[in-house]
């Protein structure tokens, strides 16, 4: 029989409500998963095995009286660890958060319990979810499980190997310039990064305020759906949160996307310095071939102002993190060198020594970015060429539905290749990027493999059109037909059929 | 040695009387134990995101509109940032840059003549925590925080470099804290840290059009320390200026103890606060109805009742001036008469007794403890003839020390005046035959006397003839008038 941890949410939720199988016999299967697996990916930065099996018996002992459950209600979910759960440490795999445990629940935890959901760790990820591969966790690395010598990709690279690796039917992440997309491009699962606002980012401990949002990693497109009904929606505690109430997701998924006007950006296939991988590309083709199919009308078209991307980005992230991370002093939280001889000394010991280089490094970027002097020229620039790179998108989208390209122009890297070499590991944001920097929504599905590695496809779209990339992400997962995984006994998993 | 003039400028820093805080709902009462009024908003935990305030923006901008500035819309915070342990997350978020009330202006009235000043720019900003040192800082080897006061809202009001004289200077001080006051938008105790002011001070020889170097003087805690502050400063400047030394652009503390300002340590003055517009909030827009209703709602402003005292209560206008001068006093004023007082006879218990009450005992004016309705019933006792002037002033005394409601002081203290003619006229006439002199001068003409024989009836009946009658009475024997 399929091992339990293998399902889907929704899935499961069909088992669950026909009495077939109980929510603690479920967790069972996945902590089992898990037992086997952990020490290989290590997707995971603390279990949280007892108030999982205490949530699944409470769940089961709703199902035995007859009470009707949710449809999340009951299933295992990774949690990135950048989200505050109160009484969990929660510690950006950061040394400087290594013992913080916060007092609060962010908005995002408090629904998904309130959805029922079932936390059954805390993720690891690029330190303050500053990096590409989740090697910049001050408690190492994770690993691919296509390939346990590749990286997972990140920041939110646990929770992508996590779910890929059927370490947990669910994921949340965090998309700052990425974070979702590539690492479930690169573990073969979809993500999705909703609408800058979409989602309350209270509680999500900030890398960059006006980029970071928090989204779903998912087996398939439905349960991609099914987990935001659940975490999306307005939030009194965050002003920058979208005010009106989200929809329902899954309301589109099935129906016909014939007469869908598809953008090609050729922006995303080459830019200067960069070529996306012929594999990758070959296979982001292939889908669009499959798209033309069911019916959508595909076009290239040219987004001119998304080749500042990137050099916009590295100006307005940094300074926005240097400013958010200076609360990390040693003073009311966090690490703390003691020994020293005045305050100003522990301030500077307790950053230097809690903060890894990847953090310091954008810390001191931003720092010099907003410095008198230099603030007309980079950061007040770059808030005007991110306006001009916005404008490029709203154009788009008076033409199209969706756009299409590559999520990232390669499929998992080795671990190692890129960690001396930042501006490599920067390039590979190259296609995620421009979404940020224009707050609309993306979502990265699988469409095949390039040399035995899940490649993943982006679809882009319009402010608050989820609801289009779910329907467009869903016919073409039912059409394409990728069976997901395949496990061997090592835990590995490989591309079947 | 050149005549030079004075020139200062001021910026006045207010706490907005908001219950809770500005970007959570932790309170704002002073006072509370150490860090008991925080939560992780103000705390600046990882994670924590700020809400604007709404009451504390509708303050501000209810200001703003007083001092007749332009609102900018859209208006926006920015970060200040610097570290320092006080301040939960190493940022101010602060309107520094970006001021929502802008180019306004506020008349202000010294000895008689109308000048107006310009107000630069209003803005809103969080206050920090406090640090506290343990007696022996260096033993202990620590400090605390408190950080029950971090996240209050501050406003900020800068004027222009438009003020001429110490004069002036104490004028602007007290019409803005007064016009906070009236505005309800801050309780503006000095005593409580509620306002600080910081002066810009500069001097240039009188005839001249630009301004000279400007010095900001910082730790300024009462008016008093501002206007000696502003004498030393001027007196220090010129005194360069006369040497042929040169004045530098700086901040300076006061030192009250010393009675002199000292120049801030240049690592202290050069921070580089990196503003930068504030991602977690969103843009102010302020719409023309919003703005509309709350001038339509701004309530009476000191010159306004001022004028209303005097031409609607008929009050003297040094009175007037005074009664306003003070919106607890003016309210009280209001209140009395409103309960059916005389708004003079209000008046004239206020200027008299409670001021100088207030200032024996070193009171606060809105410290003033009694009720306008207890002053209207002592007026009314007055006026049935219950008491007379004297007695009231004695229970008013009382009323002062023990708050006790005048019927209550009266009876307890067995007052009643006589205003019953047959028995007065057996004292009058029994005094008048035990100073034969004095009643034989008023008869012949000279007034002088009547004082003293009306204080004997007094004396003769404890206090309790009714002074009107006794005077009567004392005219018609002696005058037959
Ligand atoms: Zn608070």
Same mark, same amino acid.
């Not at chain 1, 589109?252 to 996306?276: D, H, K, N, Y």
């Not at chain 1, 102002?305 to 240097?322: G, H, K, M, Q, W």
């Not at chain 2, 001027?234 to 006061?254: C, F, H, K, N, S």
């Not at chain 2, 001036?321 to 007082?341: H, P, S, Y």
């Given at each position: ?22 929510? @603690?016999?479920?967790? %069972? ?10 020490? @290989?990916?290590? =997707?995971? +930065? ?38 505050? /759960?109160?009484?969990?440490?929660? /510690? ?38 500053? !990096? ?20 997972? !990709? ?89 005010? %009106? ?6 309301? &589109?998924?099935?129906?016909?996307? #014939?007469? +869908?006007? *598809? ?9 200067? !310095?960069?070529?996306? $991988? ?72 307790? @950053? ?29 620039? #770059? ?115 | ?42 705390? &600046? ?18 200001? #703003? ?5 332009? *609102?900018? =819309? ?12 006080? +301040? ?67 406003? %900020? ?77 001027? #007196? ?19 030192? $009250? ?11 202290? %003055? ?148 006589? =205003? ?54 004392? @005219? ?6």
């Amino acid at each position: 029989m399929t091992e339990l941890y293998t399902l889907t949410a929704h899935a499961a939720h069909a088992l669950l409500t026909a009495r077939e199988v109980s929510a @603690r016999a479920l967790l %069972e299967s996945v902590l089992a998963r898990i037992d086997a697996v952990e020490p @290989r990916l290590h =997707s995971y +930065l603390r279990l949280l095995p007892e108030t999982a099996r205490a949530q699944a018996d409470a769940v089961d002992a709703k199902i035995a009286a007859g009470e009707a459950i949710g449809p999340l209600e009951g299933i295992p979910l990774a949690l990135k660890d950048i989200l505050c /759960t109160t009484g969990v440490p929660t /510690t950006c795999a950061s040394r400087m958060l290594e013992n913080f445990i916060p007092p609060y629940d962010a908005t995002v935890v408090r629904r998904l319990r309130e959805a029922g959901v079932i936390v059954v760790g805390k993720t690891n990820m690029d330190e303050f979810a500053m !990096g590409s591969s989740t090697e910049n966790s001050a408690f190492g690395p994770s690993h691919n499980p296509w390939d346990l010598s590749r990286v997972p !990709g990140g920041s939110s690279g646990g929770s992508a190997s996590a779910v890929g690796g059927d370490e947990a039917l669910l994921g949340i992440g965090t998309d700052t310039g990425g974070s979702i997309r590539q690492p479930a491009a690169y573990c073969g699962v979809v993500g999705l990064k909703p609408t800058y606002g979409r989602v309350s980012r209270y509680g999500l401990i900030a890398f960059a305020s006006s980029l970071d949002q928090v989204g779903p990693i998912t087996k398939d497109v439905t349960d991609a759906a099914l987990l935001m009904n659940a975490i999306a929606g307005p939030d009194p505690c965050d002003s920058t949160c979208f005010p %009106e109430a989200a929809p329902d997701y899954t309301a &589109g998924l099935g129906r016909s996307i #014939a007469g +869908l006007r *598809i953008g090609v950006p050729r922006e995303f296939f080459t830019q200067e !310095g960069v070529q996306v $991988d012929a594999g990758v590309e070959r296979a982001v083709r292939t889908a669009l071939d499959l798209y033309a199919k069911l019916g959508a009308e595909i076009e290239e078209c040219s987004l001119p102002n998304v080749r500042f991307s990137l050099p916009t980005y590295y100006i307005i992230a940094p300074a926005e993190a240097s400013s958010n991370l200076a609360r990390y002093d040693g003073v009311e939280f966090g690490y703390r060198q003691t020994g020293t001889k005045d305050i100003i000394g522990m301030m500077t010991a307790s @950053r230097d020594r809690g903060f890894g280089m990847e953090v310091k490094r954008r810390i001191m970027l931003g720092t010099y970015v907003l410095s008198s002097g230099y603030y007309d020229a980079y950061y007040l620039k #770059a808030s005007q060429v991110r306006t001009l790179i916005r404008q490029d998108f709203e154009r788009a989208f008076e033409r199209y539905d969706v756009l299409v390209s590559p999520t990232a122009p390669s499929v998992a890297f080795p671990l190692g290749a890129k960690v001396d070499d930042p501006m490599q590991m920067y390039l590979n944001d190259i296609c995620t990027i421009p979404i940020n920097m224009a707050g609309i929504p993306a979502l990265s599905l699988p469409c095949g493999y390039d040399r035995g590695l899940p490649v993943g496809l982006q679809l882009m779209g319009a402010h608050w059109a989820e609801p289009a990339l779910l329907q467009a992400a869903y016919a073409y997962e039912q059409a394409a037909g990728w069976t997901r995984t395949a496990v061997d006994e090592a835990g590995r998993v490989t591309a079947a059929g | 040695m050149a005549d030079y003039e004075l020139i200062v400028g001021f910026e006045v820093h207010a706490e907005l009387a908001t219950a809770t805080k500005i970007f959570c709902g932790c309170s704002t009462e002073p006072g509370a134990p150490a860090n008991t009024h925080t939560c992780p908003v103000c705390l &600046g935990l990882p994670g924590v995101l700020p809400v604007l305030n709404g009451a504390a923006l509708e303050h501000a901008v209810r200001v #703003a509109l007083a001092c007749h500035c332009g *609102i900018s =819309s859209p208006s926006i915070f920015e970060r200040k940032n610097y570290y320092y342990p006080d +301040l939960p997350k190493n940022y101010q978020v602060s309107q520094k840059r970006a001021p929502f009330g802008v180019d306004g202006w506020f008349d202000l009235e010294v000895d008689g003549t109308v000048k107006r000043i310009s107000i630069v720019d209003i803005h809103l900003e969080e206050d920090a925590g406090k640090l506290v040192h343990p007696e022996e800082r260096s033993a202990a080897g620590y400090s605390l925080v408190d950080f029950n006061r971090a996240g209050v809202p501050l406003l %900020e009001v800068v004027s222009g470099p438009d003020l001429r004289s110490v004069a002036e200077a104490e004028a602007y001080m007290t019409a803005m804290r007064r016009l906070l006051q009236y505005l309800g938008a801050s309780d503006a105790r000095m005593e409580l840290g509620q306002i600080r002011f910081e002066a810009n001070i500069s001097v240039r020889p009188v005839g001249t059009e630009t301004l000279g170097k400007r010095v900001e003087i910082k730790n300024l805690n009462s008016f008093r320390t501002v206007t000696r502050a502003i004498e030393y400063e001027m #007196a220090r400047q010129i005194d360069l200026y006369e040497r042929g030394g040169a004045v530098a652009q700086e901040t300076r503390l006061w030192d $009250d103890a010393r009675g002199e300002t000292q120049a801030m340590r240049s690592k202290e %003055e050069s921070h580089d606060y990196r503003y930068f517009p504030e991602p977690d909030l969103v843009p102010m827009v302020f719409t023309d109805a919003y703005l509309a209703d709350l001038a339509a709602k701004l309530p009476e402003l000191p010159a306004a009742r001022r004028t209303r005292f005097i031409e609607a209560f008929g009050l003297p206008e040094y009175d007037a001036a005074i009664l306003t001068g003070e919106k607890t006093i003016a309210d009280f004023v209001d209140a009395a008469v409103a309960l059916g007082a005389n708004p003079k006879t209000v008046s004239n218990w206020i200027m008299g007794e409670a001021l100088r009450l207030l200032n024996e005992k070193g009171l606060a004016p809105d410290a003033l403890p009694i009720t306008p309705r207890a002053l209207a019933d002592l007026i009314a006792l007055v006026d049935d003839g219950k008491i007379n002037a004297n007695q009231a002033k004695q229970v008013f005394a009382e009323m002062f020390d023990s708050g006790a409601a005048p019927e209550e002081i009266v009876k307890a203290r067995g007052f009643a005046q006589i =205003s019953d003619v047959s028995a007065l006229a057996a004292i009058v006439d029994a005094v008048v035959a035990a100073n034969p002199d004095a009643a034989a001068k008023y008869t012949a003409g000279d007034d002088k006397p009547l004082g003293f024989l009306v204080g004997q009836v007094m004396k003769q009946s404890r206090g309790q003839a009714n002074a009107p009658v006794v005077n009567a009475l004392i @005219r018609k024997k002696l005058r037959g008038e």
